[in-house]
């Protein structure tokens, strides 16, 4: 008894055969932090749409939190068909237990094939955790997603000291498990006008039974979050130095943006590896990208080829850089970027009038 007991709280797999065939559709389990989604949660859905046309199946999204109606709507609006909610008091802020509890019990009871999440701290976290339970297959830090003609999940992702790209299948198990990298697909335009069914979940949780509590949140404001955001400006080897790298950063302050870095420039130093954009950094998607004094080698393009705006400058009328670039400017960054920046400060700040 007390065996079955814990093996309910720890949302084990009860024993017995399955019958994978009932697991239909594609779920998306949406992060949120304060009652604000992700970006990568819309981008998933954006991709989890293609392939769910693809199996001819619902596209579903888990919302959990405390207030968060309005998030599954947005999902609705984001792509999905069906949007399970689960919202109470123990989900206000994440963790692992209660979360994955509300996972394992929609999954066991919808029986999604395949299940997606951000690979984010949490949705590593959450992913493992799941998936040890359920028992099934991960594959974490995808970058490519497809399905193939049986059905079965294709989730690339970067390998063997990201030489080499790896596709991952989960054969024996079902839901099939991705987690996946934030900035690689493109969300769908919002759609206010989607309809949708929001069907409410409730798990029986009492926070004496959680072991976990969360005492405070202390946001830490020195980590970078290139993943988010909506200007980058980043510098390569041709940025000189550190000192070099104080001239982007003036423009970055300019447009609200943040500073990043070719692989070249976090090598030798001039900026920690947190703020490097590439194959083996940070995958980025913002609005505007200016990439200046780098060349545009590959592993750092795949990193930022899906930015809305790039734009380049680099003393090389030939560097490859502005074969992406949406608008390019050849010269010398030390005289090119003050000017940009000084434009900008021209532009962007109000004119006070005496
Ligand atoms: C397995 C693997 C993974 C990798 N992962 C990454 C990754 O995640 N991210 C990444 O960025 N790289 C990565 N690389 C490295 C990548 O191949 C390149 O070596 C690197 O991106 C080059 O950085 P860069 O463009 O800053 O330097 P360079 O290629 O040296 O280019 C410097 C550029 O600056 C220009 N320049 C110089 N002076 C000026 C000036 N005064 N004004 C204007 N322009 C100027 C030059 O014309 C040149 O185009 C990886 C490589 C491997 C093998």
Not at 306 to 313: E, G
Not at 320 to 338: H, K, M, R, S, T
Request: with cysteine.
């Amino acid at each position: 008894m007390a065996e079955e007991r814990r093996r309910k709280m720890i949302g084990l797999q009860p024993e017995g055969e399955i019958d994978w065939s009932e697991y239909k559709g594609i779920m998306v389990v949406v992060e949120q932090r304060a009652g604000q989604a992700k970006p990568v949660s819309w981008q998933l859905l954006g991709e989890a749409k293609r392939l769910a046309q693809k199996l001819d199946a619902p596209l579903m999204a888990l919302v959990m939190g405390e207030g968060v109606r309005d998030i599954a709507d947005e999902a609705i609006g984001y792509g999905a068909d069906i949007v399970y909610l689960s919202d109470a008091p123990e989900l206000r802020d994440y963790r692992t237990r209660p979360y994955s509890r509300v996972c394992l019990k929609v999954i066991r009871t919808y029986k999604p094939e395949i299940v997606l999440m951000g690979a984010t701290y949490t949705g590593r976290d959450l992913a493992g955790a799941i998936a040890t339970h359920l028992p099934t297959g991960l594959t974490a830090d995808s970058t490519q997603l497809d399905v193939d003609d049986e059905r079965l999940l294709l989730a690339s992702r970067p390998a063997f000291s990201e030489k080499m790209l790896a596709t991952i299948l989960c054969k024996q198990f079902k839901p099939q498990m991705a987690t996946v990298r934030a900035g690689v697909f493109q969300a769908l335009p919002f759609d206010s006008a989607r309809a949708g069914e929001v069907v409410e979940v409730s798990e029986d949780m009492r926070e004496g039974d959680i072991v976990t509590k969360v005492l405070e949140f202390i946001q830490d404001t020195n980590r970078v979050n290139l993943e988010d955001a909506q200007v980058i400006v980043a510098g390569g080897r041709g940025v000189g130095g550190p000192d070099g790298f104080k001239l982007l950063e003036e423009l970055a302050r300019t447009l609200g943006g943040t500073v990043a870095a070719s692989r070249a420039a976090t090598d030798l130093g001039w900026m920690d590896h947190a703020y490097q954009v590439g194959q083996t950094g940070t995958t980025v998607r913002p609005k505007l990208y200016f990439a200046i004094g780098i060349s545009g080698a590959v592993q750092h393009v795949v990193g930022m080829q899906n930015s809305d705006y790039i734009i380049a400058v680099n003393k090389d009328a030939n560097a490859p850089i502005f074969q992406i670039a949406n608008y390019g400017i050849v010269g010398d960054l030390f005289e090119v970027v003050p000017l940009l920046t000084r434009a900008f400060q021209e532009r962007l700040t109000p004119v006070v009038t005496r």
